[in-house]
């Protein structure tokens, strides 16, 4: 359903939205009529009633086709809802997550600042306690669906001196006095995605509208962030399987020395290394969102699964484009905009680098 | 209001590939689809539902793989789903299939039968009017929209090779649908979750009462004695800028040239 959905309501404005950088309100749109904007969330929320499981392979069969999709219900459900619904009170949950679940409202999630990414303990947002408020100042960058969102999950020191334990996490809505979102990023990829500043000046935050307890916030952060690389390899995934489907598309009809380039060894011995690499890294993302169906522990396998999904789709779209030559170099065909999309994957919620960290932490702990 | 809307599961015919030495239907691999004219007759009934609440009851005849489509009802909104499937219904014709859908009919209630105009794997166009006159109802076929006036009828907009012809209809009565009426709904994620937990009611023989002679092979007076992909056709011959006298004339030669007259 959502492969036939992406093929004929998503594919055809990928190369536009691309083009033109601009968010595409209409296919959140009909995204938001069949569900798809809140997936794994029981019905009482206004969710799917679905799994992890599910909502990755919603995210890969719309990466597949246009990864700017992708990431903008990725970030929307893993980065806003999911902590919404895992750390949320009856009463967040009941506020936010329905009109979330339904698309009303678009969801994104601030922990980036300009000196503290991964290492959030660098935090320079602050809130302070002010009778019933908190008082939010500081900027946030590279947030992802910024500009369209309604909602914001925003991490801020509320106390400094306790290093990463002093962090919370805050519900923010757009039209709290204080927040704006600042000016677009102009990226190499996923250039449909709405990518802001933003900024909080004495922002007024409601005490009640503190995601779990005071000084909890890194942990948040961190969970969160688990649970969305799975999300993220699933766009890694979908951009490696849709250059491949290009490509195999491109070298039966495209002929060389008097034969399909298919037909040549290289051709196919490289293709047949690609398509197991991206099936290996299938397996990896069902395993990370099948362990989070289960409640099990799975902050590395959806570490394992982004690093090797991200990888795989750098090398498979490079490799797209080469295998179409010059055409593929041009916006005639869309192998370029994948090889563009595709870098983000290895930087976003965890460069391959910090994986590699998650990974071998667990190793030699 | 109760609508019920006829589906049936075809071979997706976009998807077909022909064995070029025999001429027949390669069917294995060929993903099995709703009949798009029926997704669109299903898509106008659950309009219908978004606006006047009405009940939604799809019903399919066919092998046990059919509940798939009845499944796919379901995911869009449907209330109810029956299956016709019984050894005493197989190799049934058209008329055999009419006279088996109208007997499951007359067991149920309805204000509008839906069909679609044809299935895209026999194109015949037959078992919706068929129905419309066991049932002895009005029947408006190639629809592309409807309108419901009120308790009693309906306005139809009936599409015609030159143009439409807009009728007002009486309730019950039988509407066959093109696909061009609309784009039919997605499934929902959450309907496609869901459509497992529904019931599909499972009828055979002895749930209608129809005589066992009019069903399946026997009740089935057509006999195929040859399936074969048609030749490809020589161009014709264009005669431009001639008088009808003309025209004429070059028709009654081509005639007595093939001693045709």
């Known amino acids: 359903m959502i492969r036939e959905f992406a093929e004929k309501e998503v594919k055809p404005l990928a190369a536009q939205i691309d083009e033109e950088e601009r968010f595409p309100y209409e296919t959140v749109e009909k995204m938001s009529k069949i569900g798809i904007m809140g997936i794994p ?139 704006s979102v600042g000016k677009e990023e102009k990226k190499l990829g996923i250039r449909g995605s709405a990518t802001c500043e933003l900024i909080m000046e004495n922002c007024i935050v409601p005490k009640e509208n503190m995601l779990g307890r005071l000084g909890e916030g890194f942990k948040i952060a961190m969970k969160t962030l688990d649970g969305g690389r799975i999300g993220i390899a699933a766009q890694a995934l979908g951009i490696a399987q849709g250059a491949m489907d290009e490509t195999v598309k491109y070298v039966k009809e495209r002929k060389q020395f008097g034969k399909p380039i298919a037909k040549f060894q290289n051709t196919q011995f490289q293709l047949a290394d690609l398509q197991t690499r991206i099936e290996a890294s299938r397996l990896l993302v069902r395993l990370a969102a099948y362990k989070k169906d289960c409640k099990q522990p799975y902050s590395v396998e959806a570490a394992q699964a982004k690093l090797f999904a991200a990888e795989t789709a750098m090398d498979m779209t490079v490799k797209a484009v080469q295998f179409h030559g010059g055409y593929g170099y041009t916006r005639e065909y869309p192998v370029e905009r994948m090889m563009r999309d595709a870098k983000i994957t290895e930087i976003y919620e965890g460069t391959s680098e910090v994986q590699r960290m998650v990974i071998s932490a667990n190793l030699l702990k | 209001m ?28 060929v993903p099995s689809i709703m009949n798009p004219d029926d997704k669109s007759g299903l898509e106008i009934a659950l309009q219908l539902k978004d606006k006047y609440n009405a009940h939604v009851t799809v019903i399919t005849m066919g092998p046990a793989q059919a509940d798939d489509i009845l499944r796919e009802a379901f995911a869009m909104g449907v209330d109810r789903a029956i299956h016709l499937s019984d050894r005493k219904f197989a190799g049934a014709d058209t008329l055999a299939t009419s006279n088996a859908l109208a007997g499951a009919l007359r067991m149920l209630q309805y204000d ?107 009740g089935s007076p057509t006999r195929v004695f040859k399936s074969f992909t048609k030749g490809a056709k020589v161009m014709g011959t264009l005669y431009d800028d001639v008088s009808s006298i003309e025209a004429a004339d070059i028709i009654v030669n081509k005639l007595k040239e093939k001693f045709i007259v």
């Open chain 1, 41 to 179: 969330f029981p019905v009482e929320y206004g969710g799917a009633g679905g799994t992890n499981s599910i909502y990755s392979m919603a995210v890969e069969e719309l990466s597949r086709v246009c990864a700017t999709t992708g990431v903008i219900v990725s970030a929307h459900t893993s980065l806003c809802l999911a902590p919404i619904y895992e750390f949320g009170t009856e009463e967040q949950r009941m506020k936010y997550l329905p009109k979330l679940c339904s698309g009303q409202w678009i969801g994104a999630f601030g922990l980036t600042e300009p000196n503290a990414g991964t290492d959030a303990a660098t935090q320079q947002t602050i809130a302070v306690e002010d009778g019933d408020n908190y008082i939010l100042n500081g900027s946030k960058i590279f947030i992802t669906n910024a500009s369209a969102a309604n909602i914001f999950i925003v991490m801020a020191m509320t106390d400094k001196s306790q290093g990463t334990r002093g962090i919370s996490a805050f519900i923010v809505e757009r039209d709290f006095p204080g927040f």
């Open chain 2, 2 to 29: 109760k609508i019920i809307v006829c589906i049936k599961q075809v071979p997706d015919t976009t998807e077909i590939k022909l064995d070029p030495v025999k001429g027949t239907m390669i069917r294995e691999g």
């Open chain 2, 112 to 218: 509008l039968i839906i069909t679609g105009r044809q299935a895209i794997d026999g194109d015949t166009a037959q078992v919706g009017p068929q129905i419309a006159e066991l049932l002895d109802l009005p029947q408006v076929t190639y629809v592309e929209d409807l309108e419901f006036d009120n308790d009693k009828t309906f306005t139809i907009k009936k599409f015609l090779e030159e143009g439409y012809q807009m009728l007002q209809v009486e309730s019950p009565c039988l509407i066959t649908v093109l696909s061009s009426a609309n784009k039919a709904r997605y499934m929902s994620v959450r309907g496609i979750l869901e459509a497992y937990d529904h019931e599909v009611e499972l009828w055979g023989f002895d749930n209608i009462k129809v005589d066992e002679e009019k069903l399946g092979l026997k």
